[in-house]
């Protein structure tokens, strides 16, 4: 089966800290490595996207990075605030006909006051 | 414009009985995708409809089932509930002919079954 292996579980950083999440995925066979936000009670909201082809994106305080040969891609979260505080999931898609996502497994981050 | 809406928020129910989840997709967006989350097993795509048509279905017993509407709307259900299918029961929609890995969701249907 095909998967997404998403490190740490749980992160803890102080405020203004940067914050990383790792990624690993099996095979190229995709298109998009989204990153998704949830907060508890709330549905993942999308935060960025990035297509293999491009080693980093960054929005704001948010920047992934992309390592094709490694099959591995990471988010960056600089400056950490409390209300970065969520649970973030990696997935991989793929352009297909059907729209389908495979969710790594979260890290629960906490940003300390 | 309104996001992903679902119904019911919460529900309960007792093992064999059954269930139907509802969404109502974002306007304009023709794609709606289900997904189980579970602390378990975190989350796990169950099927995808696109203009009425089921274009794909993850790894989930017959008991697990869908439909989508003219108007894009969409149900689920589950038949003889147990006690593994307590979950949330996530809705998400997205736009458009082309994809960038972009699915907006709904709050959740949360499903407890005793």
């Known amino acids: 089966q095909q998967q997404v292996k998403q490190s740490p579980q749980s992160l803890i950083v102080q405020k203004g800290g940067i914050s990383i999440i790792n990624c690993a995925y099996e095979?190229?066979?995709?298109?998009?490595f989204p990153w998704y936000q949830q907060f508890p009670g709330k549905g993942p909201a999308l935060l960025i996207a990035i297509r293999p082809d491009v080693s980093e994106k960054k929005e704001g305080r948010f920047t992934i990075s992309f390592n094709k040969s490694a099959k591995q891609f990471s988010l960056h979260i600089m400056d950490s605030q409390p209300g970065d505080s969520a649970t973030y999931f990696c997935a991989r898609g793929s352009s297909g006909s059907a729209r389908q996502l495979t969710f790594g497994s979260g890290t629960q981050l906490t940003v300390l006051p | 414009k309104a996001g992903v809406t679902q119904t019911p928020r919460y529900l309960i129910k007792t093992r064999g009985q059954q269930v139907t989840l509802s969404c109502s997709p974002i306007s304009g967006h023709r794609s709606v995708s289900w997904y189980q989350q579970t602390p378990g097993q975190g989350l796990q795509f169950l099927f995808e409809y696109f203009s009425e048509t089921q274009r794909n279905k993850g790894n989930f017993p017959g008991r697990f089932s869908g439909r989508q509407f003219s108007n894009s709307r969409s149900e689920m259900n589950v038949s003889t509930l147990e006690l593994g299918d307590s979950a949330l029961y996530l809705c998400?929609?997205?736009?458009?002919?082309?994809?960038?890995?972009?699915?907006?969701f709904g709050e959740g249907s949360r499903l407890t079954v005793l």
């Open positions: 998400a929609s997205s736009p458009g002919q082309t994809w960038g890995g972009e699915l907006f």
């Open positions: 095979n190229t066979a995709f298109d998009y």
